[in-house]
């Protein structure tokens, strides 16, 4: 549950505001559970549609107790699963109309099945994901323009299917790609890590590869959970080595 920060000055000035608080005393509660979050953050959140805080006739933001628990939901959905701000905008404004909104069938790092419930997502049994997507479905999901994406191509950042469809995991690094860009980070300087993955993804090829072409039906399906197995240790040690080589830490 979200909760105001009792005494101090910050909750002078939100009681002299009728409940309201200033950027900064929703910077402070936001952080108990997002500590990586900025002012800059929230402002962009706001450019984005996401909230829509009051204004002083000054032009100082006023946040609301809806307004600061709208915004967990929000930091809550793209960090723990990569969710699109377009998509993210789009159910919190149909819950509020009191509809029914649901995921689309589209993979993410967290699987989530076709006809979750995004209200229920921390607990609604899972189903099979769908593993294909169109790219009229990758570009309305991700809110991305067709420019974007065939430059994205152009570098073989994202690969489409012999068939002009794509993975589900294309969502994902669209989505990515995207918020790097908005940071200036752009597609060229992106194909070191492009050709690194695909460095880290044939060593991990090469150890299971005798196992895929074992003659025992049980040691080829092991292959599978080896191979699972494997990426993860691999995605968890670049992570580990990019945050020791910048001296931060994730949470």
Known sequence: MLHTPSGGAGSGTAAADGGLMSIGSVLN????????????????????????PRRTPSGYRKFSAHDVERLSKVLRLQRDHYLPLKVIREYLDALERGEEARLPSLGRPREVGEGELLGDILGEPETPAASRISR???????????????????????????????????????????????????????????????????????????????????????AEARTKELAGLAVRLHATLVQSALGVRLP
């Open 136 to 222: 009229d479905e990758l570009l309305s999901t991700t809110g991305i323009s067709i420019e974007q994406l065939q430059e994205w191509e152009s570098y073989g950042l994202v690969v489409p299917l012999s068939d002009g469809v794509y993975d589900a995991e294309t969502v994902t690094v669209a989505t990515l790609l995207a918020e790097l860009g908005r940071h200036g980070i752009e597609p060229r300087h992106l194909r070191v890590m492009k050709a690194a993955a695909d460095r880290e993804a044939g060593l991990v090829d090469q150890v299971v590869a005798p196992l895929r072409r074992h003659r025992n039906p049980q040691t080829r399906a092991h």
């Open 29 to 52: 509660i936001l952080r108990e559970e997002f500590p990586e979050v900025t002012v800059s953050k929230i402002r962009f959140l706001e450019s984005e549609g996401l909230i829509e």
